[in-house]
C-alpha cells in the first residue's frame, strides 16, 4: 500500500515535538527537585508549582507523542509498531502514560527528574540511530497478533519501569547516604513509599508483562509451527519475567526482602539488554524487527 508521505512528515514533527516539551518538562522537574531539597519556607510551595507545571508538560507531550504513533500508523495504513523505531516510540508513550497515572499524587511528582531521563535518552537514540522511513513492514509482521502482542509488552514494560527505578531509588534512599549523594537523594519521598510504588508496579507488571510473552509464543506457533524456539529476544523475554516474579516472591518472602529490591534491578538490566543488544546484535528470528 502506497505511503502517505505528508501523514508521515507530521508524525515524524510530532514526536520531534513531544521530545521537546517532555524536555522541557525536564527541566521544570529538575528545577522542582532543587526547590524541594530547600530550607526555606517558600521551597516547599515552589517545588509543589514546578511539580504540577511539570504533570501538565507531561500530559501534553504524551497527548502529542501518540497523535506522531497514531499518524504514522495512518499514513502506513498498519499498526505503527513494525520496526524498532516505531516500537521504541509506543513503548515510550505507554510507559510515559503509566508514568503520568502512577505519579499523578503530588507527594510523587518529585520523581518526574528521575523517570523523564531514562525515556529522554530512549526516544533520542530511537529518533537518531534507528530512525526509518515510514513504509510497509515484512510479511513475518504482516499478522494481526503484531498489535496484541506488541502492545501487551510495551505495557508490561511500562509498568516494569516505574517498578525498578523506585527500587532503584529505595536503594539509594534507604542507605542515608551523605554528602553530594546525601542531598541528591533527599527530596525523595522516604524509603518505605519507593518500596511500596515498586511493589505496586511489578504486581501489575508480571501478569501483564507475562501475557505478552504468551501472546508471543501463541505468534510464534502461528508463525514458525512452535510456541517456543529458544530464540535469544524470546529467551530473554522470559528471563525478564522471571526476575520480575522473583522480585514479588522475594519482596513477599521473609528473609529475602534485602534482596527483593536488587532482584528487580536486575529484570531492569535484562529488559534494557533485551531492547538493545539482542535487537541490534544477537542473530535472532526477531532481527527483522529493525528493518522496514
Not at 502506513?76 to 524498532?84: E, K, S
Not at 515498586?198 to 501463541?218: N, Q, T
Request: charged share 10%; net charge positive.
Amino acid at each position: 500500500m502506497p505511503v502517505n508521505q505528508d501523514l508521515a512528515l507530521l508524525s515524524d514533527y510530532a514526536f520531534r515535538s513531544a521530545f521537546l516539551i517532555y524536555a522541557l518538562a525536564l527541566i521544570l522537574s529538575i528545577a522542582a527537585y532543587v526547590a524541594a531539597g530547600g530550607t526555606k519556607p517558600t521551597s516547599a510551595r515552589t517545588a509543589d508549582k514546578l511539580s504540577d507545571m511539570t504533570q501538565s508538560l507531561v500530559w501534553l507531550g504524551i497527548i502529542i507523542h501518540a497523535g506522531s504513533v497514531i499518524l504514522r500508523g495512518v499514513a502506513t495504513q498498519r499498526v505503527p509498531w513494525g520496526n524498532l523505531y516505531e516500537y521504541i516510540s509506543v513503548t515510550a508513550v505507554l510507559a510515559m502514560t503509566v508514568a503520568a497515572v502512577v505519579l499523578h499524587r503530588r507527594e510523587l511528582r518529585i520523581l518526574w527528574t528521575w523517570v523523564l531521563v531514562p525515556i529522554l535518552i530512549l526516544l533520542f537514540y530511537g529518533g537518531t540511530k534507528l530512525y526509518v522511513n515510514a513504509g510497509p513492514v515484512v510479511p513475518a509482521l504482516r499478522s494481526f497478533w503484531l498489535p496484541i502482542h506488541v502492545s501487551t509488552v510495551s505495557i508490561g514494560a511500562g509498568f516494569g519501569l516505574i517498578s525498578s527505578l523506585a527500587s532503584i531509588l529505595y536503594l539509594l534512599r534507604s542507605r542515608n547516604p551523605q554528602g553530594w549523594l546525601g542531598r541528591l537523594v533527599n527530596p525523595l519521598p522516604d524509603a518505605e513509599k519507593l518500596d511500596r510504588l515498586a511493589y505496586r508496579a511489578g504486581i501489575i507488571c508480571v501478569p501483564v508483562f507475562g501475557l505478552g510473552v504468551a501472546l508471543g509464543a501463541i505468534w510464534a506457533e502461528s508463525s514458525w509451527g512452535r510456541f517456543w524456539n529458544w530464540d535469544p529476544k524470546e529467551t530473554m523475554s522470559f528471563v525478564t519475567w522471571v526476575l520480575y516474579a522473583a522480585y514479588l516472591h522475594a519482596r513477599a518472602t521473609a528473609g529475602w526482602r534485602k534482596a527483593a529490591s536488587w532482584i528487580n534491578v536486575a529484570a531492569f538490566t535484562a529488559m534494557v539488554f533485551n531492547l538493545f543488544f539482542i535487537n541490534l546484535v544477537a542473530n535472532s528470528l526477531h532481527s527483522y524487527a529493525g528493518l522496514n
